[in-house]
Structure formats: C-alpha cells, structure tokens
Antibody, heavy 120, light 110 residues
Framework: QVTLKESGPALVKPTQTLTLTCTFS??????????VSWVRQPPGKALEWLARIDWDDDKFYSTSLKTRLTISKDTSKNQVVLTMTNMDPVDTATYYCARTNGYTYYFDYWGQGTLVTVPS | QNVVTQEPSFSVSPGGTVTLTCGLSSGSVSTSYFPSWYQQTPGQAPRTLIYSTNTRSSGVPDRFSGSILGNKAALTITGAQADDDSHYYCVLYMGSGIVLFGGGTKLTVL
C-alpha cells in the first residue's frame, strides 16, 4: 500500500525558508523508476508543479521557481525534503507530494497536503 | 514559456456528455506529452483519472475517457453524474524533466 504524507510548519514568516518533508511508504525511492514531486495550490487557484527527484537522484525544478527550490531525498528514512527560500505571502498554499512510477510522468499517488501560510 | 490551457468552466446536464480540453499556448499536444487528467473536489487531494493520453487509472469508471482531439488532449465524460461536479486538471510533460499543470476547468453538473 503506497502512502505519502507531508509535514512542516503551518506558518512561515516572510523572507524565511520553508522546509517540508514528504514521508512515504509502500515503495522505495532507490528503485527504478520511482520519482517524487512537490505540487502546490494557493487557496482557490490551480495546481502548480514545483520540483521532482528521481530514484537516481536526478532533480528537476519549475523554471519560474528554480532559484528558490532545493529537493533532496533520504532513502533510508523514506523521505523527500523540499526547501523554498525567501517565502512571500503569495507562497501561501497547500503543498502536496506525489509519486510518479515510470516514464509516463503522471502522478499515481498523492499525499493529503499541508497548508502553509505566509502572513502579510 | 509555454502555457497549458484549459477552459475555465463548463457545465453539463446529468446524463449528458462533456469534453474538456487541454492545449498549449504554442504548439499542438500529442501523445508525446503524456497527457494526464486529475479530478479535485474542494479540500481534497487530486485524484488521478487518466494517464498516457487514454489509460484509465485503477478504479476510475469507464465513463471517463481520454484522447487527442485535433491539437489538444481531451477528457470526455459520458453520462455525467452529480458527483462529477469538480475541478479537472490536465498535466503535460514538457521535456527535460518538466511537467506543467493546466489552469483547471470547473465542471458544473446541473
């Protein structure tokens, strides 16, 4: 059974760095071709892909946010960590992690999401 | 940068058929973009409906189908039901490891 769960602070001050952790079970991120992405959704707005890390430690970032994002994994802990620097109120969103299995680049399992608020 | 386009809203009568589309601001969508579709209700995580253009995810009713129509990916719901009243998002693989979400379509069943 594949599960993913996001954790991190609910409130982050402007200019601070956000660190989110995705803890998963039911698969190994050291096994080809597993991949884990982060996706966010501001309140009432569309989903936005942020970053992905693959089983072989390849990393990919949203073009518009890549200067602020870092994704990493700890396969021994079954965790993927996303850091986002210089947080702003527009970064207020629900942040999801999601798994991709294979070369068809779709998300087959999703976490429940965690709401992060950046006050103005 | 290319933008993935979706109709902002659509409505369908119960039992009716509706086709939502997913296009590009520049260029045509083909199977090489591995289009996928997700359904999301308020407060919930997205649910995967369709991947690789036309493959239904496990447990998805066969009233949902995917295709390429002209220069866009399409999601067709045949025999719409009340609980299909949701937001629908498409995702396209843009190459170089990048995927993009469309802006989403709010489907109203009434």
């Amino acid at each position: 059974q594949v599960t993913l769960k996001e954790s991190g602070p609910a409130l982050v001050k402007p200019t601070q760095t956000l660190t989110l952790t995705c803890t998963f079970s039911g698969f190994s991120l050291s096994t080809s071709p597993m991949r884990v992405s982060w996706v966010r959704q501001p309140p009432g707005k569309a989903l936005e892909w942020l970053a992905r890390i693959d089983w072989d430690d390849d990393k990919f970032y949203s073009t518009s946010l890549k200067t602020r994002l870092t994704i990493s994994k700890d396969t021994s802990k079954n965790q993927v960590v996303l850091t986002m620097t210089n947080m702003d109120p527009v970064d207020t969103a629900t942040y999801y992690c999601a798994r991709t299995n294979g070369y068809t680049y779709y998300f087959d399992y999703w976490g429940q999401g965690t709401l992060v608020t950046v006050p103005s | 940068q290319n933008v993935v386009t979706q109709e902002p809203s659509f409505s369908v009568s119960p039992g009716g058929t509706v086709t939502l589309t997913c296009g590009l601001s520049s260029g045509s969508v083909s199977t090489s973009y591995f289009p996928s579709w997700y359904q999301q209700t308020p407060g919930q995580a997205p649910r995967t409906l369709i991947y690789s253009t036309n493959t239904r995810s496990s447990g998805v009713p066969d009233r949902f189908s995917g295709s390429i129509l002209g220069n866009k990916a399409a999601l067709t719901i045949t025999g719409a039901q009340a609980d299909d009243d949701s937001h629908y998002y498409c995702v396209l693989y843009m190459g170089s490891g990048i995927v993009l979400f469309g802006g989403g379509t709010k489907l109203t069943v009434l």
